[in-house]
């Protein structure tokens, strides 16, 4: 396997656009893998260094290099983009590092749930987190999985996670500048049924400016005041933010402020590769997903837009309904077909349920840079400043013109 890599990732680097310079690469020969030549070996053994390793003069490397552009076989790695979009300055290598980090954890998280059943690891824990949930197996594991890969990658400063009371500081000599919060495993109560689950992070640089609301007697040390500070900053700073669902496949869907890319594992390889670039959503769609076990708790506002969904209409067609209980499942399937996701506030609960830091935000920065709009029915979910680290809000996002509906629907 590590033959196979370290074979795919020379064909790579003769095989790229950007590098094919050959003068670049070697100035007198190249060697590559070829599996094809292996199989002529006996029948002829010229220039032959190894198994299946041949030495060509760069006018062989030259023509190779356009058949194999023209065999449609390149395959773009979530590595090879993010080195691509560090040579172009887009991110650092630091910011790089990070989220080669977390692409690790949501690979690691992917394998766990994968084997849930099979390795016992369904179920409860036994803890509730900070906020009154009974935390489940997987939840805890998949936090750890997820703050140890952000830990050892050295580039982070600060970590908030959903399973974590308050957000923590990297050690000193690991850390880093950027910080990271994040949701490791989200929808996590479809677990035991092997329905859709995901994580979701959001990445920042540091700041201190922000209004987290930190009493004066707080008992808090100095330095969880300090990463509370730093946390609680408005979606509007984020410098990246993506997903990844545990589905029938894994996706990891990322942007960096300049649009959208969904990478999908390769259980051949085991690498994220590239599989849809600049994703846009579509203007409107006619799906919507809301809890509506709910209804009778919402106001009148809400159930008259949700009934108008409802009416055929001279078409004759309503909207229909999707929902899977999973934000990462649900969100997914609107950035692709279009339509709206909703967890509005209710009787019971009157900033309705998923948290701003780690849920919201980041989904309504992914949705923004797919040309789609994260409101909490009244204003755009990025300009919320956060005075709490596990702060709710109302999310109604997806479609352009299906948010801007809701909204009009709740003025
Ligand atoms: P969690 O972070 O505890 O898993 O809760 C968030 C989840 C979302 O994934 C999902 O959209 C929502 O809660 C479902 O809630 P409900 O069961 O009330 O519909
Ligand atoms: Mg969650």
Same mark, same amino acid.
């Not at 830990?151 to 400063?157: D, I, L, P, V």
């Not at 109302?394 to 996002?397: A, E, G, N, Q, V």
């Given at each position: 396997m590590a033959t196979m890599a370290a074979a795919? =990732?020379?064909?790579?680097? +003769?095989?790229?656009? %950007? #590098?094919?310079?050959?003068?670049?690469?070697?100035?007198f020969q190249l060697c590559v893998f070829d599996t094809k030549y292996s199989l002529l070996l006996s029948n002829k053994r010229k220039n032959v260094?190894?198994? $299946?390793?041949?030495?060509?003069?760069?006018?062989?490397? =030259? =023509?190779t290099t356009e058949t194999k552009k023209r065999s449609g076989y390149e395959l773009q790695t979530l590595t090879s983009w993010l080195l691509r979009q560090e040579q172009e300055g887009v991110i650092d290598a630091e910011l790089t590092i990070v989220l080669s980090s977390i692409s690790l954890a949501c690979k690691q998280i992917a394998s766990l749930v994968q084997r849930a059943n099979i390795s016992n690891l369904t179920g409860v824990q036994g803890a509730v987190n900070v906020q009154g949930e009974d935390q489940k197996k997987?939840?805890?594991?998949?936090?750890?999985?997820?703050?140890?890969? *952000?830990?050892?990658?050295?580039? #982070?400063?600060i970590i908030a996670s959903e399973e974590e009371d308050v957000p923590v500081a990297v050690e000193e000599s690991y850390s880093g500048n950027y910080i990271v919060v994040f949701d490791p495993l989200d929808g996590s109560s479809n677990?035991?049924?092997a329905v859709s689950t995901g994580s979701i992070f959001g990445i920042y640089s540091p700041n201190d400016e922000c209004l987290a609301d930190i009493d004066d007697d707080s008992t808090l040390d100095s330095s969880t005041q300090k990463c509370i500070v730093n946390v609680c900053q408005p979606g509007?700073? *984020? *410098? =990246?933010? $993506?997903y990844c669902m545990y589905s029938s496949s894994i996706i990891f869907v990322l942007t960096i402020g300049k649009g959208v890319f969904v990478f999908t594992l390769d259980p051949l390889y085991g690498e994220f590769v590239l599989t849809q670039e600049n994703l846009q959503i579509p203007k409107a769609g006619k799906i919507y997903a809301f809890n509506e076990g709910n209804y009778q708790l919402w106001d009148d506002k809400l159930? %008259?837009? +949700?009934?108008?969904?409802?009416? /055929?209409? /001279?078409? $004759?067609? /309503?909207?229909?309904?999707?929902? +899977? $209980?999973?934000l990462v499942g649900d969100f997914h399937r609107t950035l692709l077909y279009g339509g709206i996701y909703g967890y509005p506030r209710d009787k019971k609960n009157k900033n309705g349920k998923l948290r701003l830091l780690y849920e919201c935000a980041p989904m309504s920065f992914i949705v923004e840079q797919a040309g789609g709009k994260g409101s909490d029915g009244y204003q755009r979910v990025l300009d919320i400043q956060p005075t709490e680290v596990h702060q709710r809000v /109302?999310?109604?996002?997806g479609s352009t013109e299906e948010v801007e509906k809701v909204e009009k629907f709740l003025a």
């Open positions: 795919t =990732a020379s064909s790579k680097l +003769i095989f790229s656009p %950007k #590098t094919s310079s050959p003068s670049r690469i070697c100035p260094v190894g198994g $299946g390793v041949r030495c060509m003069a760069l006018k062989e490397v =030259a =023509a997987l939840d805890v594991i998949s936090n750890e999985v997820f703050s140890n890969c *952000l830990r050892s990658s050295g580039r #982070t400063g677990i035991d049924a509007n700073n *984020l *410098l =990246a933010a $993506g159930r %008259k837009y +949700i009934d108008d969904l409802k009416d /055929p209409g /001279p078409s $004759g067609k /309503p909207y229909s309904s999707r929902y +899977i $209980g999973s /109302p999310l109604y996002i």
